[in-house]
């Protein structure tokens, strides 16, 4: 059997980019150690129609048998136990009860899910478990046993996991359908670096070259602050790049900023394209002690135009649900996802660390294309066309990453050998990419944090340049490559962009605004957290979003009216989408009936929020929401005052209870004032955990066992039928969860069990959610 008889399909369903990641190793292994070049798919779930390599009732009558599927797959799970958005529309049709029951007969795959054990076992992995069963019940036969891949795992995580499963359940199975004896394992360097090089240079898909004087975009904005994705001449290209960052589920709009509901359809010259929403950052400001360790901030966001490639503004009539009222723009517990830049010093660093003749083209303006042999895969992002180096690495290029272990090992062919710590350099960057060597790899880039621009600084071989190779492969028979700009685009990942809950109420917003001018677009909220810290050698580090939206300064700028797209460098660039909080029960006890208006203040439906920390941002949404519902049948438009009076905790009727954790109450109490003036004037029942304001630990779920004399949580979902939503760290989601079960069981017959089952029943129905995060 040669060494291409067996011809994998290789596909992933990521949320975060690691289930890629994994299936990105996976393949080089698959190519370097087995021969295995014939490898299919190499995409998303949804970037394929993943039914058609099953077999059909039609199909199976012909004489020919169907070809033989060999899947290997990568599965995250995300959110509350569920399917990744990447593969959400393959799911749904998997889950189709008129599939016959053979259709995967044809079918062997291989498996390896991806979780965090911190969400507990019964959430580990699940995605991964749930899709394996669901094979298995269309007939697929498993090749070996389901690996998995914890984001605790020491010296590498999921990929730690990765390696183990690899060598001891997948490839003897690949091994084995080869036909293949393998004796001790021998490595060729020779045959390595041959092997690297021809991947390196060979196999570039991009090709780049310089824009001429005479057809360069006019930089006529350059010394108005516009930076350069705005700029006219650019836009377009930033555009279609960004819009491969879109989010799967997010909304749309049409050109009056209307959000559409799934099941109403518009004309398409009525809605914007996938490209990102634009927002002003009008509020920045810091909603925690000056003197506390964490910077956590309250920004409002106006959005206000988009990236879609019309600059005009089309007339259409409102858009409006079945009940003939507008629909908001977003809605309560919803995501937005954000796409940051990279700060301008970090940028100048990393120029300063790649080789001359790639930083003298740093504000030249480039011409990027595929090369016509290379298809656009999810594998490989297209970058914008038309840009300059500075501009891509400013807004494309995630420069603060850490390096995995593959871009590690591809890296390792340009450290120039010619430099006296070149082989050096490239064997230990050979030997941080091996299994052998997670633990390395665990200390030098994942607990110090060493981002694209560190590894670039260390191994400074990589600059080393000699005249006439033009970027080709070295001929001083030492086999190295100079690294170009062709390359460097090939090896940089782009940057992914970061979710954050809304903390803001569509329907409050909306009450505040309607006495106020603004009537271009929408308003949002969010409360964000500054990543930052140092490493166990003393390296200062920060988180990419985070850092970025902290710095924005808001500006004192009008909206213009007449315009789709908006300038300045407080503008951000973002999606909506659903998020785990969607059936918000928001029936009064007064809807339907007339004559009793006084019912008008009580819903059928209580509601009980727990969380700690920024995991407020989408409970606060979930208030202000029925607040904001509340005061709109009443006729108001501004909460009632408070009266003054203590603010003890007399938790009893209420039908807004929140049970919200933090450290202290004067350091990082977030929007406590308004926690306390609801309390006052009798619309929320409030259980504060502040952890280290007495002498024993006091976390939010010890506060909810106790509260209420141990029954409350009980009485809660048991008695008054009340829906219960969970948000912050997936530690003390899953610790909170567990009460709720334990509290559950001690009251139902079947116990926990019947505690587990009722929690699943009110999931189904969006009365018990979760959205927790690592």
């Given at each position: 059997?040669?060494?291409?008889?067996?011809s994998?399909?290789?596909?992933?369903?990521?949320?975060?980019?690691?289930?890629?990641?994994?299936?990105?190793?996976?393949?080089?292994?698959?190519?370097?150690?087995?021969?295995?070049?014939?490898?299919?798919?190499?995409?998303?779930?949804?970037?394929?129609?993943?039914?058609?390599?099953?077999?059909?009732?039609s199909?199976?009558?012909?004489?020919?048998?169907?070809?033989?599927?060999?899947?290997?797959?990568?599965?995250?799970?995300?959110?509350?136990?569920?399917?990744?958005?990447?593969?959400?529309t393959?799911w749904?049709?998997?889950?189709?009860?008129?599939?016959?029951?053979?259709?995967?007969?044809?079918?062997?795959?291989?498996?390896?899910?991806?979780?965090d054990?911190?969400?507990?076992?019964?959430?580990?992995?699940?995605?991964?478990?749930?899709?394996?069963?669901?094979?298995?019940?269309?007939?697929?036969?498993p090749?070996?046993?389901?690996?998995?891949?914890?984001?605790?795992?020491?010296?590498?995580?999921?990929?730690?996991?990765?390696?183990?499963?690899?060598?001891?359940?997948?490839?003897?199975?690949?091994?084995?359908?080869?036909?293949?004896?393998?004796?001790?394992?021998?490595?060729?360097?020779?045959?390595?670096?041959?092997?690297?090089?021809?991947?390196?240079?060979?196999?570039?898909?991009?090709?780049?070259?310089?824009?001429?004087?005479?057809?360069?975009?006019?930089?006529?904005?350059?010394?108005?602050?516009?930076?350069?994705?705005?700029?006219?001449?650019?836009?377009?290209?930033?555009?279609?790049?960004?819009?491969?960052?879109?989010?799967?589920?997010?909304?749309?709009?049409?050109?009056?900023?209307?959000?559409?509901?799934?099941?109403?359809?518009?004309?398409?010259?009525?809605?914007?394209?996938?490209?990102?929403?634009?927002?002003?950052?009008?509020v920045?400001?810091?909603?925690?002690?000056?003197?506390?360790?964490?910077?956590?901030?309250?920004?409002?966001?106006?959005?206000?135009?988009?990236?879609?490639?019309?600059?005009?503004?089309?007339?259409?009539?409102?858009?409006?649900?079945?009940?003939?009222?507008?629909?908001?723009?977003?809605?309560?517990?919803?995501?937005?996802?954000?796409?940051?830049?990279?700060?301008?010093?970090?940028?100048?660093?990393?120029?300063?660390?790649?080789?001359?003749?790639?930083?003298?083209?740093?504000?030249?303006?480039?011409?990027?294309?595929?090369?016509?042999?290379?298809?656009?895969?999810?594998?490989?992002?297209?970058?914008?066309?038309t840009?300059?180096?500075?501009?891509?690495?400013?807004?494309?290029?995630?420069?603060?990453a850490?390096?995995?272990?593959?871009?590690?090992?591809?890296?390792?062919?340009?450290?120039?050998?010619?430099?006296?710590?070149?082989?050096?350099?490239?064997?230990?960057?050979?030997?941080?990419?091996?299994?052998?060597?997670?633990?390395?790899y665990?200390?030098?880039?994942?607990?110090?944090?060493?981002?694209?621009?560190?590894?670039?600084?260390?191994?400074?071989?990589?600059?080393?340049?000699?005249?006439?190779?033009?970027?080709?492969?070295?001929?001083?028979?030492?086999?190295?490559?100079?690294?170009?700009?062709?390359?460097?685009?090939?090896?940089?990942?782009?940057?992914?962009?970061?979710?954050?809950?809304?903390?803001?109420?569509?329907?409050?917003?909306?009450?505040?605004?309607?006495c106020?001018?603004?009537?271009?677009?929408?308003?949002?909220?969010?409360?964000?957290?500054?990543?930052?810290?140092?490493?166990?050698?003393?390296?200062?580090?920060t988180?990419?979003?985070?850092?970025?939206l902290?710095?924005?300064?808001?500006?004192?700028?009008?909206?213009?009216?007449?315009?789709?797209?908006?300038?300045?460098?407080?503008?951000?660039?973002?999606?909506?989408?659903?998020?785990?909080?969607s059936?918000?029960?928001?029936?009064?006890?007064?809807?339907?009936?007339e004559?009793?208006?006084?019912?008008?203040?009580?819903?059928?439906?209580?509601?009980?929020?727990?969380?700690?920390?920024?995991?407020?941002?989408?409970?606060?949404?979930?208030?202000?929401?029925?607040?904001?519902?509340?005061?709109?049948?009443?006729?108001?438009?501004?909460?009632?005052?408070?009266?003054?009076?203590?603010?003890?905790?007399?938790?009893?009727?209420?039908?807004?209870?929140?049970?919200?954790?933090?450290?202290?109450?004067?350091?990082?109490?977030?929007?406590?004032?308004?926690?306390?003036?609801?309390?006052?004037?009798?619309?929320?029942?409030?259980?504060?955990?502040?952890?280290?304001?007495?002498?024993?630990?006091?976390?939010?779920?010890?506060?909810?066992?106790?509260?209420?004399?141990?029954?409350?949580?009980?009485?809660?979902?048991?008695?008054?039928?009340?829906?219960?939503?969970?948000?912050?760290?997936s530690?003390?989601?899953?610790?909170?969860?567990?009460?709720?079960?334990?509290?559950?069981?001690?009251?139902?017959?079947?116990?926990?069990?019947?505690?587990?089952r009722?929690?699943?029943?009110?999931?189904r129905?969006g009365?018990?959610?979760?959205?927790?995060?690592?």
């Amino acid at each position: 059997m040669s060494s291409n008889a067996i011809s994998p399909t290789i596909l992933w369903a990521t949320e975060s980019g690691r289930a890629k990641a994994c299936a990105r190793r996976t393949i080089r292994l698959l190519q370097s150690s087995h021969g295995i070049t014939n490898i299919q798919g190499r995409c998303a779930f949804d970037d394929m129609d993943f039914l058609s390599l099953g077999q059909l009732p039609s199909q199976q009558e012909h004489e020919q048998p169907p070809p033989q599927q060999f899947l290997i797959i990568f599965v995250s799970t995300t959110g509350d136990a569920e399917q990744p958005s990447s593969i959400r529309t393959t799911w749904s049709r998997l889950l189709a009860k008129s599939l016959p029951k053979t259709l995967f007969a044809n079918t062997q795959f291989a498996l390896f899910a991806l979780g965090d054990r911190a969400y507990g076992p019964d959430a580990f992995c699940a995605a991964g478990r749930k899709l394996a069963a669901r094979l298995v019940q269309l007939g697929a036969r498993p090749a070996c046993c389901v690996g998995y891949g914890d984001d605790g795992s020491l010296n590498g995580g999921v990929f730690a996991d990765l390696d183990v499963w690899l060598e001891k359940d997948l490839f003897p199975v690949v091994r084995h359908q080869r036909h293949e004896v393998v004796k001790g394992a021998t490595t060729n360097n020779n045959l390595i670096e041959s092997e690297m090089l021809v991947k390196a240079d060979e196999l570039l898909p991009y090709e780049v070259k310089t824009v001429p004087e005479n057809e360069k975009p006019n930089n006529q904005y350059e010394l108005n602050g516009i930076e350069e994705w705005q700029k006219k001449e650019y836009r377009q290209y930033y555009s279609d790049h960004f819009t491969h960052a879109r989010p799967a589920a997010s909304y749309q709009y049409n050109h009056r900023l209307e959000r559409r509901e799934q099941q109403h359809h518009l004309p398409a010259n009525q809605l914007l394209s996938s490209a990102p929403l634009l927002g002003r950052v009008t509020v920045n400001d810091r909603i925690t002690a000056d003197d506390w360790m964490q910077d956590t901030r309250h920004i409002r966001i106006h959005v206000v135009g988009s990236m879609s490639s019309s600059d005009t503004d089309q007339s259409s009539q409102p858009i409006t649900n079945e009940n003939n009222s507008q629909i908001l723009p977003y809605q309560a517990g919803d995501i937005t996802t954000i796409l940051p830049s990279n700060p301008s010093s970090l940028v100048d660093r990393f120029l300063s660390v790649l080789p001359a003749s790639i930083r003298a083209m740093a504000d030249e303006t480039l011409h990027i294309k595929y090369k016509p042999n290379h298809a656009r895969t999810s594998m490989n992002h297209p970058w914008p066309e038309t840009c300059t180096l500075r501009g891509l690495l400013t807004y494309c290029a995630d420069i603060q990453a850490l390096p995995e272990r593959e871009d590690l090992y591809a890296l390792s062919p340009y450290c120039n050998l010619n430099h006296a710590d070149g082989q050096d350099h490239r064997d230990k960057l050979i030997s941080l990419s091996e299994t052998a060597g997670a633990a390395l790899y665990g200390d030098y880039i994942i607990r110090e944090k060493r981002n694209w621009v560190d590894v670039f600084y260390d191994f400074e071989s990589m600059q080393w340049e000699n005249s006439g190779n033009d970027g080709e492969t070295m001929d001083d028979g030492k086999g190295s490559l100079l690294l170009t700009i062709s390359h460097l685009l090939t090896l940089l990942p782009s940057i992914s962009p970061r979710h954050f809950s809304i903390a803001s109420s569509p329907s409050f917003m909306k009450l505040q605004s309607s006495c106020s001018s603004a009537e271009v677009g929408f308003e949002l909220e969010l409360c964000v957290a500054m990543v930052e810290g140092t490493t166990p050698l003393g390296r200062p580090y920060t988180g990419c979003c985070s850092k970025y939206l902290s710095s924005i300064i808001p500006k004192d700028t009008e909206v213009e009216a007449t315009s789709n797209f908006v300038e300045g460098s407080d503008i951000v660039r973002l999606w909506i989408h659903p998020g785990s909080f969607s059936k918000l029960p928001l029936n009064t006890l007064a809807d339907g009936q007339e004559n009793d208006s006084t019912k008008h203040l009580f819903f059928e439906t209580p509601v009980m929020c727990i969380g700690a920390g920024t995991g407020i941002a989408p409970l606060r949404s979930l208030i202000f929401e029925r607040e904001a519902h509340r005061m709109s049948k009443l006729g108001k438009v501004a909460l009632p005052p408070s009266n003054g009076c203590d603010t003890a905790i007399a938790i009893g009727g209420e039908d807004n209870i929140l049970v919200f954790g933090c450290r202290k109450k004067t350091m990082d109490y977030y929007y406590g004032n308004e926690w306390e003036d609801l309390t006052n004037s009798k619309r929320l029942g409030l259980i504060p955990a502040f952890s280290r304001d007495q002498a024993h630990k006091l976390y939010v779920q010890r506060a909810l066992r106790e509260a209420g004399g141990g029954e409350l949580i009980a009485r809660h979902i048991l008695e008054r039928q009340g829906a219960v939503y969970i948000a912050g760290g997936s530690k003390m989601a899953r610790a909170v969860k567990d009460e709720i079960v334990e509290a559950l069981g001690a009251r139902l017959d079947g116990g926990e069990k019947d505690a587990k089952r009722l929690l699943n029943k009110l999931k189904r129905k969006g009365l018990f959610s979760i959205e927790a995060w690592s």
